[in-house]
């Protein structure tokens, strides 16, 4: 039985998808919504930007609480109140790093940017091969 799901976000669709497949199709189940900020970005202007920061913690969080909300918004959908934890670094590291203390990952097949569109993301390839535990991408 899967108790504890964590759900990877960022602002795009599918991930957005990811969670309503979660609250959907485990009802019951501790639901995390994870956000990671700081991984590698175009030239390097967002991971920068966050380095740059006087308080990096308070700045991640901050750039956290828009995709948080709308997690949240979905949740209430359901009823469901979600947990939400922010990480610094690279997306797939810092999810798998997490995975363990899970019964399941569910995430979205890419994320919001151009380049992860092209093909299933990135991200989602090295999660679901690498996790210790189920991987579910949805789509």
Do not use: C, K, W
């Not at 964590?6 to 009802?27: G, K």
């Not at 097949?109 to 999660?127: C, E, F, K, M, P």
């Amino acid at each position: 039985m899967i108790s504890q799901i964590l759900v990877p976000m960022d602002d795009s669709e599918m991930a957005q998808r990811a969670l309503e497949y979660a609250l959907e199709n485990h009802p019951g189940a501790e639901i995390t919504v994870l956000h990671v900020v700081g991984g590698p970005s175009p030239l390097g202007g967002a991971a920068t930007a966050l380095a740059l920061s006087e308080d990096v913690e308070a700045a991640a969080e901050e750039r956290s609480e828009a995709v948080f909300d709308d997690a949240r918004e979905i949740a209430a959908e359901y009823d469901v109140e979600i947990t939400t934890e922010v990480q610094l670094g690279h997306p797939a590291r810092a999810i798998l790093n997490r995975a363990d203390d899970f019964d399941a990952v569910v995430l979205g097949s890419h994320g919001g940017a151009l380049a992860d569109r092209l093909v299933v993301g990135n991200v989602a390839q090295t999660v679901f091969r690498n996790s210790p535990v189920p991987v579910i991408v949805a789509r």
